[in-house]
């Protein structure tokens, strides 16, 4: 029972919005949010070796037409994966990775005081990925990953006339297949870049 009283005028606009009851923390709802997946899944970072080579990792996960029309609903109910009226709980048998690695200024925040050093085909032979299936806090890592495509090519300078006096740069490309049968849609697909000497020289992960 409220026994504040209210005995001017000046305060009775206060008081009225003391003494009005607010609404019940059960009267609160989330906001609907949507996300849309055709096309797939999109990931990227930047990476960096420990002689100061900087580069960009930039890629996508598809599955064929799986992703077409699966779209993500948050709402107060939770989170749920539709496909028109169906409710899609979990990834098809096998996923498409294909992704790009190529030599790319360091940012602000790796950029060291020296004479800028390029992504070389020595050093990318040295570059390791493990991919891993995060769940929460936990990795497991995927088994029988298919190397289905891998090139490189020269990156051609926008100033083609001083070609010949520049350095090369290249970009590597790769088209992979991961087993995915029972995995939830909840969890993410991670990929870690290390060197030989096991030092992380990127991590992405790709999520719904």
Not at 22 to 29: E, I, V
């Amino acid at each position: 029972m409220r026994s504040l009283q209210c005995k001017t005028a000046g305060l009775f606009f206060l008081c009225f919005l003391l003494l009005v009851p607010g609404p019940s923390t059960g009267q609160f709802k989330r906001d609907k949010n949507i996300w849309n997946y055709d096309g797939g899944v999109i990931f990227a970072t930047e990476g960096a070796l420990p002689n100061g080579v900087c580069f960009r990792v930039s890629g996508d996960v598809n599955g064929r037409d799986f992703f077409n029309n699966l779209k993500r609903v948050d709402d107060e109910h939770g989170t749920v994966f539709r496909r028109g009226t169906e409710i899609v709980t979990e990834f098809p048998e096998t996923l498409e990775v294909s992704f790009s690695i190529r030599d790319e200024p360091c940012s602000a925040v790796l950029r060291e005081i020296m004479p800028r050093t390029y992504l070389t085909r020595e050093m990318m032979s040295r570059l390791q990925l493990s991919i891993y299936w995060k769940h929460g806090v936990g990795l497991r890592p995927v088994k029988d990953v298919k190397e289905v495509d891998a090139r490189v090519e020269r990156i051609v300078p926008y100033a083609r006339g001083l070609a010949a006096e520049l350095p090369d740069r290249f970009e590597w490309s790769y088209l992979l297949t991961v087993p995915s049968a029972g995995v939830p849609l909840t969890d993410s697909l991670v990929f870690v870049f290390r060197t030989n000497e096991e030092h992380i020289a990127a991590r992405v992960a790709a999520r719904l």
